[in-house]
């Protein structure tokens, strides 16, 4: 089961389709387990190949369980805040939740402005790079025990991204200070980002929307204005959660 999650996962994580042999060599597999689990997910519709590549993909299976998770998390029905925001702003915005370490894109409303950032649904990035990632941390049980545990050097995507765990700490700090995260072009060179968490009514972040702007169209003075919007739009989208749902009733 968790070498087929693993292909799933893999699957999911790239924009094309790989060949039987790259999905082996990335999840670490032989060749025959590979085909094995490949043909498996082929049965149920999780995965289809492509005849004129004799590659693969994630197929109508995974769709139908990706849209009825959407909806069980009340993901579906954020989709309207986003798009307010968007049309606020004029920027890009995106949903975003955690998938160990890494945040990963759930839903997005992309800008119509001529310079913009391109992202699709589905990307995945370090929690230490993005907006959403920080956000997320911040309002986390135990995040000290996280940061702590990360190795000495994080990983780079940009000269500006957070280069220790000390340098995260202080982020999540003023995350918690002022309610809302910065992406100071950590995780795409040129685009700053800010992002809200979307709490349960514990108080635990179990999401985040983030506004990504061109660095050229993002002052300081804005930054703070989006910042503080977003989190308006995340307590709205809150009330969408399953466990708020039940308590509010």
């Not at 949903?95 to 992309?110: A, C, K, T």
């Not at 699709?120 to 135990?142: D, E, M, N, V």
Request: glycine fraction near 8%; charge should be positive.
């Amino acid at each position: 089961m968790g070498r087929a999650l693993s292909v799933l996962k893999l699957l999911g994580s790239v924009a094309g389709e790989l060949s039987g042999t790259e999905i082996a060599l990335a999840v670490g597999l032989s060749s025959g387990t590979a085909n094995r689990i490949i043909r498996a997910l082929t049965a149920e519709d999780f995965i289809a190949r492509n005849p004129r590549t004799d590659c693969y993909y994630l197929s109508r299976g995974t769709v139908l369980l990706g849209e009825a998770a959407q909806r069980g998390f009340g993901i579906d029905k954020m989709l309207p805040l986003l798009e307010q925001l968007n049309a606020e702003t004029g920027e890009s915005v995106n949903l975003s939740i955690r998938d160990g370490n890494e945040s990963v894109v759930m839903l997005r409303v992309q800008s119509t402005l001529p310079l913009r950032f391109e992202q699709r649904t589905g990307a995945r990035f370090p929690l230490h790079t993005t907006a959403s990632g920080k956000a997320i941390l911040a309002y986390t049980p135990q995040w000290e025990n996280y940061v702590a545990a990360l190795p000495p050097r994080l990983h780079k995507l940009t000269p500006h991204t957070l280069e220790t765990p000390q340098d995260l700490e202080g982020a999540i700090t003023a995350v918690r200070r002022r309610g809302f995260s910065i992406d100071e072009q950590e995780n795409v060179d040129g685009v700053r980002s800010v992002g809200a968490p979307i709490l349960d009514s514990s108080g635990n972040a179990q999401a985040a929307i983030v506004v990504q702007v061109p660095a050229v169209r993002m002052p300081k003075k804005r930054i703070r204005e989006l910042g503080e919007r977003a989190v308006q739009i995340a307590a709205e989208a809150a009330r969408f959660l399953p466990v708020n749902r039940t308590v509010s009733r």
